[in-house]
């Protein structure tokens, strides 16, 4: 697979270029501009491969080879060196090319309890700068039909991430959605993500969710409650 893109050089003034892939089977290789940039055989695994001193402004030439089943093979072992079921060999969606502030939001992950009428965030932070950074977190709850009403938000403490590493931040709210998420009606809120650097936005990312409780009682289970 090759596709040319063209790269502003404003995008890598202070950017860090990550190419994103759903996934790539079965063992894969990743090309920028003839130079070898990357291997992977994690096959269904999303895979983020940091671009960073591979890009040029301009036109620049990204080619990703993969293989068959047989490219997960260990002759000498007779085995396979992952796993090897699922789809046909190619490339999943989605694919991005990204460029992110060296400090940014990594992943956010959203726990809801019915219960306690309360939502806890953890927010995880990584820093592929070369140098230690302090940066504080905000939460942000929207709704979907009205994205700049703000239903509720958190701030959290200032963290620091050392260079090349990740710190995981745990904002909570005492906080139930107005509509809570139901199999005939899955009424979803957007959880917004803000890191704030000296005053200053540096990154922001939202992950969609939908207030709702499970549990299992002896052989029942229950939705928000409700056998």
Not at 18 to 44: D, P, Y
Request: glycine share 10%; proline share 6%; hydrophobic share 40%.
């Amino acid at each position: 697979f090759k596709r040319e893109v063209e790269v502003p050089a404003a995008a890598l003034e202070g950017n860090v270029p990550l190419l994103r892939l759903g996934g790539a089977s079965f063992r894969m290789a990743l090309w920028v501009n003839g130079r070898k940039a990357a291997e992977s055989i994690q096959c269904l695994t999303p895979l983020d491969f940091d671009l960073g001193g591979l890009l040029k402004p301009g036109k620049n030439e990204l080619v990703i080879a993969v293989t068959g089943r047989e490219g997960l093979v260990d002759i000498a072992r007779k085995c396979f060196i992952s796993p090897c079921s699922g789809p046909a060999a190619g490339i999943r969606e989605p694919v991005q090319l990204e460029f992110l502030p060296p400090v940014a939001v990594e992943d956010l992950f959203v726990t809801t309890s019915v219960k306690r009428k309360r939502v806890d965030f953890k927010l995880t932070v990584v820093n592929r700068g070369k140098e230690e950074a302090e940066t504080t977190s905000r939460l942000l709850i929207r709704t979907q039909e009205e994205p700049r009403q703000v239903l509720a938000e958190a701030k959290g403490e200032a963290v620091k991430v050392p260079p090349g590493g990740t710190v995981v931040a745990k904002l909570g709210l005492d906080w139930i959605a107005p509509q809570l998420w139901d199999l005939h009606r899955p009424v979803l809120y957007d959880a917004v993500a803000q890191l704030w650097r000296g005053g200053r936005l540096e990154d922001e990312q939202a992950q969609s969710f939908g207030f709702r409780e499970f549990e299992i009682r002896g052989r029942d289970f229950y939705l928000n409650g409700r056998k």
